[in-house]
């Protein structure tokens, strides 16, 4: 339904509303004003995600460009602190200042996050990285759902579970991890935009296994087991039916004739 309304002059007029910049001697305030209607539209529906959730969509569909949606979503995350300012003017006396610190915390917590993410082109890598987890979801559709479970249930309680052991345990784990995310970033960096600079061995990864340096692996053996099951579901009893199997033969009717 979205995506008829969404169509011919109606998506030319939100486009050409929505992402176009500011007149060229105010064009690099443009994704400040964007934050500032983002923050605006979450402060009137007191939520960041029903907005964000508003918006993803349209970014689906064109009508929003990721660029203009990444100041909007930062906005956002301004906007959605002033729930918490407006809870804590409403503490009682004894609690005020405790409640009115906690939602600054908030508030200046998002603020940091902007300062280092945003002002700068080059640093605006959540759109980058955006676009890259785009393009593979699109190759690969099962890849939205493993990264849902590594990054919000596998790896947090992996760091949870370390942290109780101790920071001793969650520093010996996590600086060779770190070292390790940070060595292959800049390999990667090096190899897409300036590969003479490396051994000629570390110029691609193909030294490597296929399973350590691609999806095609996993690819492959996701598809099988889904088809297994498939198979499964459409015959009650399973692999014991041999005309059921993949590529075999199907049973020709009395009296027919195999060509």
Not at 236 to 253: A, I, K, N
């Amino acid at each position: 339904l979205l995506n008829s309304l969404l169509k011919g002059q109606v998506a030319k007029a939100i486009q050409k509303v929505i992402n176009t910049d500011l007149p060229h001697p105010l064009s690099w305030l443009t994704g400040y004003f964007a934050m500032v209607v983002g923050a605006g539209m979450t402060f009137v529906v007191q939520s960041s995600s029903v907005f964000t959730s508003a918006i993803t969509p349209l970014i689906g569909l064109g009508v929003i460009s990721i660029e203009r949606a990444y100041p909007l979503t930062l906005g956002s995350n301004i906007g959605t602190t002033t729930t918490a300012i407006l809870a804590a003017l409403a503490s009682p006396g004894d609690k005020l200042a405790s409640s009115f610190q906690i939602a600054l915390c908030h508030f200046f917590f998002n603020i940091s996050g902007i300062l280092l993410w945003y002002p700068l082109p080059f640093t605006r890598l959540p759109i980058r990285m955006a676009k890259a987890l785009g393009e593979r979801t699109a190759k690969y559709r099962w890849f939205a759902v493993l990264y849902l479970i590594i990054c919000f249930l596998l790896l947090p309680s992996l760091i949870f579970g370390i942290s109780m052991a101790g920071w001793r345990a969650l520093v010996g784990v996590g600086t060779p991890f770190l070292g390790l995310l940070i060595f292959v970033g800049l390999v990667n960096a090096l190899q897409a935009h300036s590969p003479g600079r490396l051994p000629k061995w570390l110029q691609t990864w193909d030294f490597l296994p296929a399973w350590m340096h691609s999806l095609q692996p996993l690819d492959r053996a996701i598809t099988q087991a889904t088809l297994c099951c498939t198979d499964r579901c459409r015959s009650p009893e399973g692999w014991e039916d041999p005309t059921m199997r993949v590529g075999s033969p199907r049973p020709l009717p009395h009296g027919a004739t195999r060509l």
